[in-house]
C-alpha cells in the first residue's frame, strides 16, 4: 500500500473505523429507505446514491474529527445527565458528522497523515 494511503487512510485502528462505518451505513440505509418507498413518484438519483457511498466511507473520519475536538474540550470530566436526552445528542452529532463528512473527513486525514509521519520519524531517529 501506498505510505500515503496507508497513513491517511488506514490511519484509524480497524475495530473504531468498522464500529463508525457500521453507524454510517445505518444512516445511509434509513435515507434510501426514506427515498425509495415511491419509486413511481420519485426515481432514485445517480447522484444522491453518490454521496451515500462517500459520506459513509468518510463518515469515520469526520467522528474521529468531532471525538478529537470533544476529548480536547471536555477532558477526563463525566457528565451526570438524562440518558434519553443524551442519547439524542449522540444521535444528533452523528448526522451532523455524516452529512459533512464530506467537508470534515479531509482534516481528520489530514491529521492522521501528520500524526503518523511524526511517529514514523520519531521511530527512526531513535
Known amino acids: 500500500m501506498h505510505p500515503v ?4 487512510l488506514g490511519g484509524l485502528s480497524a475495530a473504531y473505523y468498522g464500529r463508525q462505518f457500521v453507524f454510517g451505513l445505518a444512516i445511509s440505509a434509513l435515507i434510501l429507505f426514506i427515498q425509495t418507498r415511491d419509486l413511481q413518484a420519485h426515481p432514485l438519483e445517480w447522484g444522491l446514491v453518490v454521496l451515500l457511498v ?3 466511507v468518510l463518515y469515520p473520519y469526520a467522528r474521529f474529527v468531532y471525538e478529537s475536538i470533544v476529548d480536547f474540550i471536555v ?3 463525566i457528565f451526570v445527565g438524562n440518558a434519553l436526552f443524551m442519547l439524542f445528542v ?3 452529532t452523528m448526522v451532523i458528522c455524516w452529512s459533512f463528512a464530506i467537508f470534515i473527513a479531509p482534516v481528520g486525514l489530514a491529521y ?3 500524526y503518523h509521519t511524526k ?3 520519531r521511530a527512526r531517529s531513535e
Open 112 to 114: 492522521l497523515y501528520y
Open 90 to 92: 449522540k444521535l444528533i
Open 54 to 56: 462517500i459520506n459513509t
Open 75 to 77: 477532558g477526563n470530566n
Open 119 to 121: 511517529a514514523e520519524s
Open 5 to 8: 494511503l496507508r497513513k491517511t
